[in-house]
């Protein structure tokens, strides 16, 4: 009587590595690929612009060098480098912001929701933190010229100036447009507006309270 062999793991290993394959972000399969921003986005990206048409100032972006002006409510400024605004930047998943933040000025609260962020900070003193998901915890550091501090993707965080002069910091992110959602602004600012009643209760104050809020992000 034949023995029977033991079906081999390879086809079910070759499966699963398929799968988890298809849920990373595909190599770029050029050296790079300009975005064309007069036609409309895909799912991961602009169509490239007709190679003939690149030139070497595709590849040049001077939307920081300029400081931000800090004379608003909140204190801060952020320019961004990404797909938008340095098309060059399409298909390669990185982009960057200069945040320009004024003595007690804060860069609020807010998300990025498909990238992690590495903050240097080039002049002055930032608190920069996150909130975990896990417990609620809350992680700080204080930075001067030259630190870095990262916050992993989707999470909360803000950079607020505890020094005496102007901050300024260079943030990178791995994604060519991270997106942004600030908590304050996108609560209490909503288009059409989330209910007074649902607001109340989960911060746990009336409803003039939040009708008050909601008055200081009126557009």
Known sequence: ???QSTPKPLPLLLSLSLLASAFSDPDPLQDFCVADLDSAAGTNGFPCKPLAAVTSDDFFFDGL????DTGNVIGSSVASANVLTFPALNTLGLSM???????????????HPRASELILVVEGR??????GSAGNRFFSKVLGPGENFVVPKGLVHFQYNVGEVKAVAVTAF??????VVVAAPTLFGATPPIPDE???KAFQVDQKTVAMIKSK???
């Open 1 to 3: 009587m034949a023995l």
């Open 65 to 68: 060098s300029t400081e931000g």
């Open 97 to 111: 912001n200069r945040v320009d933040v004024a003595p007690g000025g804060l860069n609020p609260p807010h998300s």
């Open 126 to 131: 930032l608190l920069v933190g996150f909130v």
């Open 174 to 179: 791995d994604s060519q447009l991270p997106g």
């Open 198 to 200: 649902v607001l109340a």
């Open 217 to 219: 992000f009126e557009r």
